[in-house]
Nanobody, 127 residues
Framework: QVHLVESGGGLVQTGGSLRLSCAVS????????MAWFRQASGKEREIVAGITWSGGRTYYVDSVKGRFAISRDSAKNTVYLQMSSLKPEDTAVYYC????????????????????WGQGTQVTVSS
């Protein structure tokens, strides 16, 4: 069983920064591709960023390129999303997700390809 627990959300002003963390349980968690998704009110869930098990490949949706950075610390079984230059349109519930296909070098953008999800953390950016 895999458990994901997000933290680090909150209220921030436009232009501010936040760092989200996702603690991952599971003996083989270091072999998973991990991703951050977000879902704004009334909108579909979309991928924000992903990182392969090795950390060698990352993916970012165009709207966050240059502003967000995904990373992972395998020793701590934690995945991070550093968010900078935040905009009101970044307001959403952010979810951590795990693709448990061992050692895959693919980062799927479809939420349906991910097996486990955290409970979500709210990020609100005020204008």
């Amino acid at each position: 069983q895999v458990h994901l627990v997000e933290s680090g959300g909150g209220l921030v002003q436009t232009g501010g920064s936040l760092r989200l963390s996702c603690a991952v349980s599971g003996r083989t968690s270091s072999t998973y591709t991990m991703a951050w998704f977000r879902q704004a009110s009334g909108k579909e869930r979309e991928i924000v960023a992903g990182i392969t098990w090795s950390g060698g490949r990352t993916y970012y949706v165009d709207s966050v390129k240059g502003r967000f950075a995904i990373s992972r610390d395998s020793a701590k079984n934690t995945v991070y999303l550093q968010m900078s230059s935040l905009k009101p349109e970044d307001t959403a519930v952010y979810y951590c997700a795990a693709d448990v296909r061992y050692f895959t070098e693919r980062i799927y953008t479809d939420a349906g390809q991910y097996d486990y999800w955290g409970q979500g953390t709210q990020v609100t950016v005020s204008s």
